[in-house]
């Protein structure tokens, strides 16, 4: 997968920023993807069949094998790490966050999604991919765009497909 190549070639000789806020670590590569099985079984375990764009994706990748690191610029705190790109199905205990606020704004979701032409009527579910990004999973499986959630009401589409979504996020920053 170009993209895989790509983005590690990216993070390979990254420099953290001088700015609050977690950041991927130089030398960051991604995880080794999920077998045929290892992917049945994970969509068993969310309850519905995934896009093909993602079940493509987790053939290839799995999240990071770095945590992000958090840099207090000012050197009054101590560095931080956490995970931002999700691990399956390991990370499913630690997504229910997000999968929950969707759920509990879902009407902000929808009018989102509306507005872009999407049919809310066939959305079965989210797979939370990165921070508060998660994918949006539609009955039809050609279609998986991502959105952003923060704080409830504040939603958008971050990218009208999955590739689309993780070109912007990781290869055009």
């Not at 995934?50 to 079940?55: Q, T």
């Amino acid at each position: 997968m170009e993209f895989k190549f790509l983005s590690e070639e990216k993070f390979r000789n990254r420099e953290f920023e001088d700015t609050w806020g977690y950041q991927i670590q130089p030398g960051t590569k991604w995880n080794k993807g999920l077998s045929g099985i290892e992917i049945d079984n994970l969509e068993k375990l969310f309850g519905f069949e995934f896009p093909n764009d993602y079940k493509n994706m987790l053939s290839v990748i799995n999240g990071f094998d770095l945590d992000h690191r958090s840099i207090d610029p000012d050197g009054e705190e101590p560095d931080d790490f956490e995970r931002h790109c999700y691990i399956y199905p390991d990370d499913l205990p630690n997504v229910k966050w997000l999968i929950d606020e969707i759920n509990e704004h879902i009407e902000y979701v929808n009018k989102t999604l509306s507005h872009k032409g999407y049919e809310t009527n066939n959305v079965i579910g989210f797979i939370p991919l990165y921070g508060h990004r998660a994918l949006v999973v539609f009955k039809d499986k050609s279609l998986s765009p991502v959105i952003s959630i923060f704080q409830g009401t504040d939603v958008i589409i971050y990218g009208d497909s999955l590739i689309n979504y993780w070109t912007h996020e990781f290869l055009l920053y």
